[in-house]
DNA sequence: GACCAGGCACATC
DNA sequence: GATGTGCATGGT
């Protein structure tokens, strides 16, 4: 069997609508939640994002100037707040070496480049890196994270240990390679993977891609 | 109290 | 290359 991925695209759209993602106000603040959200619920983020936006620290230079302390405290309710700290001064260290703390500067590279880049950062894995990508320099890259192998694999599209890139690149060869496409593929995801393909409790007797996948 | 959440680096084999 | 562990908060 090949891999519907338009398809079940078209099934998703239709069950849920445009997602309207990154939930961000500036490509800056998506970087910095991208590295924030590592493996952590995304209310505890916002309420991390909260707090940097009520001390004027939600942008780069703020944040590069912050002592290191200062901001693990301020993105506590983030969870891992003393390493998610490092990652995201090690994160602005780059941003200011390579492209001068500018997002149109950085949008401007090319990006293998960029991926390359990022992931010589400490602390920005794959799916960092191609969040920041996507969702804040509007990159068509696909990204790929724990709801996305949950969702395909018990569709049995692929076996529960493949590879971030193995998955990234049958997504990629499956669709049409458009950065809003990508970005609203991701999403999509997300939302049936909290709604419906659950670790716990798993909802699969009325999830949406039942029909169109089986 | 256990389990989970939009990972990643590092040690060890 | 594969596998195990630390990092931590807040919701279910």
Redesign the pocket.
């Given at each position: 069997m090949s891999f519907p991925a338009e398809a079940i695209f078209k099934k998703l759209y239709a069950s849920f609508g445009p997602q309207a993602?990154?939930?961000a106000k500036t490509p800056f603040e998506?970087m910095v939640?991208?590295i924030l959200?590592?493996?952590?619920?995304?209310?505890?983020?916002e309420?991390a994002i909260a707090n940097l936006q009520d001390n004027n620290a939600l942008s780069a230079r703020a944040l590069y100037l912050m002592p290191r302390k200062k901001l693990?405290s301020l993105i506590?309710?983030?969870?891992?707040?003393?390493?998610?700290?490092k990652?995201l001064k090690n994160f602005l260290k780059f941003f200011f070496r390579e492209y001068s703390g500018s997002v149109r500067k950085m949008a401007g590279a090319d990006i293998a480049k960029l991926r390359r880049q990022l992931?010589s950062?400490?602390?920005?894995?794959?799916?960092?890196?191609d969040?920041i990508l996507l969702?804040a320099l509007n990159k068509p890259v696909f990204?790929v994270?724990?709801?996305t192998k949950?969702i395909f694999a018990r569709h049995g599209f692929i076996s529960k240990?493949a590879?971030?890139q193995q998955v990234q690149d049958l997504c990629t060869e499956s669709l049409s390679r458009s950065a809003r496409l990508f970005n609203e593929y991701h999403?999509l995801l997300?939302r049936l993977?909290?709604d419906y393909c659950?670790?716990?409790k798993p909802r699969c007797e009325i999830c949406p891609l039942k029909q169109a996948c089986s």
């Open positions: 993602w990154w939930p998506v939640g991208a959200t590592q493996n952590t619920a995304w209310a505890n983020v309420r693990a506590r309710p983030a969870g891992y707040y003393n390493i998610k700290a990652r992931l950062v400490n602390g920005i894995g794959e799916e960092t890196a969040s969702y990204v994270d724990a709801y949950r240990e590879l971030y999403a997300v993977g909290k659950r670790k716990r």
